[in-house]
């Protein structure tokens, strides 16, 4: 009888995550149990002005997913396709908050297939209670001192807290 070698299935998560929130949180922790392996892999979006470092946001994400064994956390530069296709995986796991989120994402989503067709995306909605959720909505809170603590881990909030206030 013939053994069939077993492909690891890994998929990429791929964003700014500028902090990371429970809402990525929610994303991460439901992807790392459909694949193998989980690559949360964070961009430096040239078009943002992000508040933390490349490295400080993969930090506070190492931190966050230090629980899930399967998941990986990386830094990229390049293009979306490239790093997939470096990292052999399979699978673009995107979020979705909204319809608008949904115009969007499937806008880059069809970009990638053009320039590789290999390249497929996978959108998870969003756990409703996040559905209002962003890195910018967290930042402009914190700007202000408000409590975001059921927005993100207590390791994003001291880093806030830190990098906003100097405590």
Request: charged share 25%; proline share 4%.
């Amino acid at each position: 009888m013939e053994q069939k070698t077993k492909i690891e299935r890994i998929a990429v998560y791929p964003g700014s995550f500028d902090p990371v929130t429970l809402g990525h949180m929610d994303i991460i922790h439901r992807a790392a149990k459909q694949y193998d392996r989980l690559i949360v892999a964070v961009l430096n979006n040239l078009s943002k002005k992000p508040l933390f470092s490349v490295e400080e946001r993969a930090e506070l994400l190492r931190q966050a997913t230090a629980d899930l064994p399967n998941v990986e956390v990386d830094v990229f530069r390049d293009l979306l396709v490239n790093y997939v296709d470096q990292k052999k995986a399979q699978v673009v796991v995107r979020g979705v908050r909204s319809v608008t989120d949904f115009e969007y994402e499937l806008q880059i989503a069809t970009t990638n297939r053009k320039l590789n067709e290999n390249v497929e995306t996978i959108f998870m909605m969003t756990n409703p209670i996040y559905s209002y959720l962003s890195s910018s909505v967290v930042k402009e809170i914190a700007q202000f001192d408000g409590d975001v603590s059921e927005l993100v881990t207590p390791e994003v909030r001291a880093a806030l807290k830190a990098k906003l206030h100097g405590q």
